[in-house]
């Protein structure tokens, strides 16, 4: 391991080699300000993360941490696992700002810096909140498209609405819209989802009237309006055989507009195979589908949501992206937002349902530990053993075993732990409570036991779940990012902060920053080269 300065990593990220350049900070220490291209593997779960998001062990990896020593401890514990290319930002966060780099609050904040540009640069027209809600008044033929994944949806909704999600909505919407005059309005709960949803539609070339609902659901309820909380999505229409022509015919037209590369599945395999270079195998489609089958390896990475947030699936800058769906349009759309986001990302020619098996079943955090159930805790704890728990601060707050001690993964050491006594690590988050098991066992604790189960199977031994709203304190837990947290629960002013946020993050942006991204128009195309029976379809959907 070696260290690098803020100044060496900051040419790095721009000198033409794969780089992943992680903050192994907790969520919440992150998210209060961070630098633009970095990307969160919280040291709370460091192993499980860093392996999907940096799946190529030689990979030049630097960390990030709040200059307190944490990156170094992850370092020693990614060269465990074999990663060999590893360096530590010297002095963290602090070295970085006082080299004089932009430390930047939130989350996705590349994706949410490029959807406001596309909003510049494409001219995608939006609606605000009190036009949308007098065209519904009205009865005017519309429809609302929620282009947040279906979980979101149910949390919150705009009247009327429907959920599809934006990589769906280039699939589905011979399905959702039948008439070429109806209005389309796609919404998210904030931006940017809603801007690239609806300049989607609009670049695959749909002359429907399509608009972004401008600020989303917080700005519906700026404008006093209410929203609808636990609606059920419905499902996705399947499109039928004349919809499935007119999106062979706008795939065909949109590959060739915007240069959009295909790639064999020979090639994807020669990829798979090199060393010196890393390949993310991504699987755009539904979940459903996903659970159905997909190709050995692949990820599951919803079209709209990788749009939305890369850095929650790509941990490593200029690697390759394959992206896989069933030869229909949402690999082509996702892709196309990719590559003007700065990725190297790239179509594989095949349909998935071809050559699908079940998903790869995650790890088993359980294996080869001393584990104990929830009806011996209450014995154990009487004995002298020493009870904690690993769950997120949050989760904790909400349910934890009576007297068991919150310990978050950077901070066991200031537990005052007594090595010569049991410990029983409990928690909702099970890497989480493999992790701290592991480090005490590390640390000189003789017996560390982990215990099996959650909250319910607690409750159901007869344990003592209780919840401690304060407790840990707000300074305490720094996984929860507090930043306009309740921007959804009707805070308003929070609401505002955030979209003010989100407005303002271009203007923060230096140069090299900004360098990365494809500016200006897309191609239309309706004007491109699409002949025969595409250029029919075509004008049919127009």
């Given at each position: 391991?070696?260290?690098?300065?803020?100044?060496?990593?900051?040419a790095?990220?721009?000198?033409?080699?794969?780089?992943?350049?992680?903050?192994?900070?907790?969520?919440?220490?992150?998210?209060?300000?961070?630098?633009?291209?970095?990307?969160?593997?919280?040291?709370?779960?460091?192993?499980?993360?860093?392996?999907?998001?940096?799946?190529?062990?030689?990979?030049?990896?630097?960390?990030?941490?709040?200059?307190?020593?944490?990156?170094?401890?992850?370092?020693?514990?990614?060269?465990?696992?074999g990663?060999?290319?590893l360096?530590?930002?010297?002095g963290?966060?602090?070295?970085?700002?006082?080299?004089?780099?932009?430390?930047?609050?939130?989350?996705?904040?590349?994706?949410?810096?490029?959807?406001?540009?596309?909003?510049?640069d494409?001219?995608?027209?939006?609606?605000a909140?009190?036009?949308?809600?007098?065209?519904?008044?009205?009865?005017?033929d519309?429809?609302?498209?929620?282009?947040?994944?279906?979980?979101?949806?149910?949390?919150?909704?705009?009247?009327?609405?429907?959920?599809?999600?934006n990589?769906?909505?280039?699939?589905?919407?011979?399905?959702?819209?039948?008439?070429?005059?109806?209005?389309?309005?796609?919404?998210?709960?904030?931006?940017?989802?809603?801007?690239?949803?609806?300049?989607?539609l609009?670049?695959?070339?749909?002359?429907?009237p399509?608009?972004?609902?401008?600020?989303?659901?917080?700005?519906?309820?700026?404008?006093?309006?209410?929203?609808?909380?636990?609606?059920?999505?419905?499902?996705?229409?399947?499109?039928?055989?004349r919809?499935?022509?007119?999106?062979?015919?706008?795939?065909?037209?949109?590959?060739?507009?915007?240069?959009?590369?295909?790639?064999?599945?020979?090639?994807?395999?020669?990829?798979?195979?090199?060393?010196?270079?890393?390949?993310?195998?991504?699987?755009?489609?539904?979940?459903?589908?996903?659970?159905?089958?997909?190709?050995?390896?692949?990820?599951?990475?919803?079209?709209?949501?990788?749009?939305?947030?890369?850095?929650?699936?790509?941990?490593?800058?200029?690697?390759?992206?394959?992206?896989?769906?069933?030869?229909?349009?949402?690999?082509?759309?996702?892709?196309?937002?990719?590559?003007?986001?700065?990725?190297?990302?790239?179509?594989?020619?095949?349909?998935?349902?071809?050559?699908?098996?079940?998903?790869?079943?995650?790890?088993?955090?359980?294996?080869?530990?001393?584990?104990?159930?929830p009806?011996?805790?209450?014995?154990?704890?009487?004995?002298?053993?020493?009870?904690?728990?690993?769950?997120?601060?949050?989760?904790y707050r909400?349910a934890?075993?009576?007297?068991?001690?919150?310990?978050?993964?950077?901070?066991?050491?200031?537990?005052?732990?007594?090595?010569?006594?049991?410990?029983?690590?409990?928690?909702?988050?099970?890497?989480?409570?493999?992790?701290?098991?592991?480090?005490?066992?590390?640390?000189?604790?003789?017996?560390?036991?982990?215990?099996?189960?959650?909250?319910?199977?607690?409750?159901?031994?007869g344990?003592?779940?209780?919840?401690?709203?304060?407790?840990?304190?707000?300074?305490?837990?720094?996984?929860?990012?507090?930043?306009?947290?309740?921007?959804h629960?009707?805070?308003?002013?929070?609401?505002?902060?955030?979209?003010?946020?989100?407005?303002?993050?271009?203007?923060?942006?230096?140069?090299?920053?900004?360098?990365?991204?494809?500016?200006?128009?897309?191609?239309?195309?309706?004007?491109?080269?699409?002949?025969?029976?595409?250029?029919?379809?075509?004008?049919?959907?127009r």
């Amino acid at each position: 391991m070696s260290e690098l300065s803020p100044q060496e990593v900051k040419a790095a990220l721009s000198d033409g080699k794969e780089i992943a350049f992680l903050d192994v900070r907790e969520h919440g220490q992150y998210g209060e300000g961070h630098p633009f291209f970095v990307v969160n593997c919280p040291f709370s779960r460091l192993e499980a993360e860093t392996r999907r998001l940096v799946p190529n062990l030689s990979a030049r990896t630097v960390l990030l941490d709040d200059g307190d020593g944490v990156a170094a401890r992850a370092a020693q514990k990614l060269a465990r696992l074999g990663y060999a290319n590893l360096f530590v930002l010297t002095g963290g966060a602090p070295a970085w700002e006082a080299a004089g780099y932009g430390l930047f609050k939130g989350v996705n904040v590349p994706s949410k810096a490029y959807g406001e540009m596309v909003e510049s640069d494409m001219g995608t027209p939006s609606v605000a909140a009190e036009e949308l809600d007098e065209m519904i008044r009205s009865g005017e033929d519309l429809v609302v498209l929620d282009g947040r994944g279906p979980d979101e949806f149910a949390k919150m909704n705009i009247p009327t609405a429907r959920s599809c999600p934006n990589a769906e909505l280039g699939l589905r919407i011979g399905e959702l819209v039948q008439k070429p005059d109806t209005r389309i309005v796609i919404n998210c709960a904030g931006r940017t989802r809603s801007i690239i949803g609806a300049q989607t539609l609009r670049s695959l070339g749909l002359t429907n009237p399509v608009h972004a609902l401008r600020n989303g659901s917080q700005g519906w309820q700026l404008a006093g309006l209410k929203l609808q909380y636990g609606s059920e999505p419905l499902p996705l229409p399947e499109p039928g055989a004349r919809t499935l022509a007119d999106v062979a015919a706008r795939r065909s037209a949109f590959l060739a507009a915007n240069d959009l590369p295909l790639v064999s599945r020979a090639q994807l395999d020669g990829w798979l195979r090199e060393t010196d270079r890393t390949t993310y195998l991504l699987d755009v489609r539904s979940a459903e589908e996903f659970q159905r089958g997909t190709l050995r390896g692949a990820q599951h990475a919803p079209g709209g949501q990788l749009v939305q947030a890369t850095d929650q699936w790509v941990g490593v800058r200029g690697a390759r992206i394959v992206l896989v769906d069933n030869r229909d349009i949402r690999a082509a759309t996702t892709a196309f937002w990719l590559r003007r986001m700065g990725h190297d990302a790239v179509i594989l020619d095949l349909d998935v349902r071809e050559l699908a098996e079940p998903p790869q079943a995650g790890p088993d955090w359980t294996k080869g530990l001393s584990m104990v159930s929830p009806q011996h805790v209450a014995g154990a704890v009487k004995a002298g053993a020493q009870l904690i728990d690993a769950s997120k601060g949050r989760a904790y707050r909400q349910a934890h075993i009576d007297g068991a001690a919150w310990a978050i993964r950077p901070r066991l050491s200031t537990l005052g732990l007594d090595t010569a006594r049991t410990v029983i690590v409990a928690g909702q988050d099970p890497a989480a409570r493999r992790f701290v098991a592991e480090d005490l066992t590390e640390a000189g604790f003789a017996d560390v036991r982990v215990l099996d189960g959650g909250p319910d199977d607690w409750k159901r031994a007869g344990l003592p779940v209780v919840a401690t709203p304060d407790v840990p304190d707000d300074d305490e837990m720094i996984d929860f990012l507090f930043f306009v947290h309740d921007r959804h629960d009707g805070v308003l002013e929070s609401a505002r902060q955030y979209l003010a946020w989100e407005k303002g993050l271009i203007a923060r942006m230096d140069e090299q920053e900004k360098s990365v991204f494809v500016r200006g128009p897309a191609p239309d195309i309706t004007q491109e080269a699409a002949s025969g029976e595409a250029a029919q379809t075509l004008q049919k959907a127009r």
